[in-house]
């Protein structure tokens, strides 16, 4: 063939596409041209994604460089064959045989430079052509679809005569594969391998390390690690390392390649030939990132694979059941030292897959596994069971926890510290901190009438420790019947009591309720505390201790059926303290049926008080209940109190004079607990009108017993104090005066007082007042009376309504008249003297009034002051009297009467006779007065000075002359009615006396 047709045919075969190539373009064009290394190139050059076609361009290209692979290895074995003389040219004389069959393969590479390069080719070529049988083995190319396609296209198929590859080939995985045909033959094999294990394409792996396992037996390790970590390993088991246990290595994989026997070209004299010569291969080799492992691991480093691998995979995707799988895997395939981490994923993935889950919507952070191994093993008991059901619990317990609590007492024997007590206490832990309804559970699983296998709590006195920990140590205040459950599946023990073992009981209980009291080390006594307690304790203060949970759970019953239920521990601390359990007993009374059983008959009270009665006396086992330091008659009255606090005064009514009650109690501590009680309302009532609220039920309380003094003199003072408050009292400016503030008002005549005050048309009332005043608990108290008719007199002084004035003055002479004749035989001086002061001050402030214009009146009230007064006051009152009796005479004389009216001369001579009899007793000075006389006028200015100071009440303003200095000031508008003298006012009184008075008083008309 020319070279002109051998150009043209390279040409046309360069203008061939991939997509337009054909058999019959491989056949009648590249396979004409003669030269060899072109041909061969032009295979290596050309890749396409078709089997067939790609098949035919090797094998040609294979045939191609035959006859250069024949003429190297002739070469090479002609090597050994130099003559001696070459040999020392060659300076190859000491040489190996060996080396000089190598350098003679390097002295005809240099020579036929276009056989190296074919040799180098056709390595590649066989290289491929492995690649594209294994490529075919695994999937099913297209252009094999059909039948018709293979008769078309390819009549001389180089595979037909082999009917057992062709099977192969046909049973290969169908589907597209992740990777092309093209790529599949010039990518890094080890890429391809990697790329298949991320797409998690196992059986394709497997062929390629038996087909290709020189080439990637020393990166298994790297293709392993691309497997994804969410896929299960029983998927690719065939894949996994695994160790021969006589050799203490690895097992390596048998290989069985395409070609038995590795062609001439393939070895490593023409491989280190070409390296000689710079001839680089044209194919890419592994990175020096992925991890060669050419030699067998030992079973040290193969189980810290797994180990890592393992790690990855809870780190990555926390898939425990993928990760005990591995760890099955590598059991299975000898790995050893993973049973602790085999032991611990499969505990832990009991916790994931099959403890109970939290409720819908309740969304709880993810517990990884380094997190599970770290923790506390009572941690990882509560974390088993933390959503366990009472109905779920014992088989948690069976399935979850034991058989971890025993994995952790064989660790424990097999590190050397033996912990048989480990699986109880923690299993005890748990308990103490569970719900009541979870304890009822398990210990309704550890009944003693169960065999020992079936009980979860196997020991009697264990069980004992608990319940009395976990009820005393509850919180609950409505799990009474829970409680009974589980005090119902304790032991029952039948222990005959002696003395001494009562003794050491009673002290047991004590000590026990001392302990249960909170301190500032420890506010709350948990169940751990109270199992400590327990502990040591024997087996007879166990079975007393158990007696009395007994009567404290009866107590604890009927507390929590009338709404004031107590934890537990209560009736512990209140066992020998007698003002807890008053305390609590009041609660009871005043407080049932708020919470519990609706108190709304004479019945449903006399239950109660047949329940407090209960707790109050001894069961019968002899202990007491919750009350058991309060007396029958104690919890009667608290019970009575209870009663009459809600208002049922009826049903008060019908229990007392019923003769079927078990209430017993006298008509003394009847009337003091109705007092009680009514005060009570009386004290929070926030109004004062007797017809509503508080206060209504603090009146009728008292109608309950038969009427006595006290009730009435209770009655009263609620009407005295409704009667108040319809006056609009004020405690201070805009705020009405409460009731309280009237009880706790020391002076309550003051009261009386400020209704004067604050209703000017009050006093008109008189009666009123005064039946006021004894409401208040004045009754028969002379000088409450005379005080308040003062008030009443200086009431309407102050209105100038002088005849009721008069009145008022005049009733309260009589009232202390009648005490005078008295007082000596039954009532002190002193009350008389206190009355009669009250008395003369205020007759002296109406007497010496100008404006009252009845001379007569007023004189005869200063003839009441001159008898009722002290012997040092007198001066003042004859002052006053004197000044009247001129103003008098003046206004006669005005008038030209010839002759005094009788009645006039009649009072006149009254007050004189009065006044004789005062001065008869009346101790004078023998002095020698004079109307001109100044030491008279001195004398009298200092008496009455000393005198003023010593007044204890003030004279109003009213009437008084203005002083000198006072100018045209007028008296001041208070209303007050305080009583004030002032000392100039009494100076000049006392002057004029001694100018113009003296004669008067020694009876000189003149």
Known sequence: MTSTTTDTLCTRWTRITDEHLTLSDIEHILTPIPDDLWVAAACVDRVVDDAILEKSLLVLGINRTEQAKERSLTAYREGSSLNNSEEDVAGMSSWTEEQRKSASLVTYYTSEPSDARLCQLRAVLLDRLDRLNTFVEIWRPKSLSSEDDIDAEWEDDPWADDEAAMEKFTDGLVGEPPITLSSFLLDPLLQSACLFASSELFSPICLLLVKHGPALWPYRFAILNCIPE???????????????????????VTFDPWRPEQDWVESKEVHIALLDLNVSPVEGVPSLDYRCDPAPLSSRDLSAWYRGRIDDIMGMTGMVDIALSLVQHAAAHGVMNLDELGEDLSLFSRLVYDAAKSPEGVIEEDLTFAQWKSMDPSAVVHAYLAHSTPDTIIYDINRLVMPYLFVLESRAERSGHPDSELPLRMLYNFILEASLEIVATVFDASKPTLSPAQRVIKDDEDMARLALACLYGSDSLDEWSTMSRIFECLPAWDTPESDDQADEAEMTLSSLGTFVIPTTTRPRCTPSDLLLFFKPLPFSSLSKALDVLDVHLESGEILSRWGVPAPLRWFLQSNSNISEQRAWSNRMARRAGEGGEKLETQDD???????????????????????????????????????????????????????????????DAVEAICLTCSQEFYDNASSGNLHFGEMKLAYECLNVPPPTPRLLKEKEFIEATSRLCSFNLQ???????????????????????????????????????????????????????????????????????????????????????KLKTTSTKVLPNAIFQHASEVCWVECFQLGRQPEFEDVPKKLTLLGRALELCPADKMVDILNSWNRLEVDDLETRKARKSGNRPLHEAHHKASAVETLAARLEKLHMPDLHLSSVNPDAAAFANKAFSRVAANFPFGVSGRGRTLLPNEGDRSRSSDSSRSRRYEGAEVSAQATRVLQKGIGWLLGDDD
């Open 230 to 252: 969410h896929v299960c390993a029983s998927e690719y088991r065939s894949l996994l390392p695994a160790l021969d246990n006589t050799t203490e290595q690895e097992v390596k």
């Open 605 to 667: 009270w006399e239950w109660l008080l047949e329940d407090m009665l209960k707790l109050a006396g001894s069961g019968d086992s002899g202990l007491g209940g919750a009350f058991c330091l309060l007396s029958r008659d104690d919890v009667s009255r608290i019970f009575f109190s209870g009663l009459l606090s809600t208002g049922n005064f009826q049903i008060a009514k019908d229990i007392l004079h019923s003769h079927k009650s078990n209430l017993h109690l006298d008509a």
């Open 731 to 817: 405690s201070r400016p805009g705020i009405p005066i409460s009731p309280i503030e009237i009880r706790l008002t020391q002076d309550k005549l003051s009261l009386v007082s400020q209704l004067l005050s604050s209703n000017t048309d009050a006093y008109k009332h008189s009666q009123v007042i005064l039946d006021l005043v004894n409401m208040l608990g004045f009754k028969d108290d002379a000088v409450a009376e005379v005080k308040t008719l003062a008030m009443l007199a200086d009431s309407a002084l102050q209105a100038e309504d002088f005849d009721r004035a008069y009145e008022a003055c005049d009733q309260m002479v009589d009232n202390v008249l």
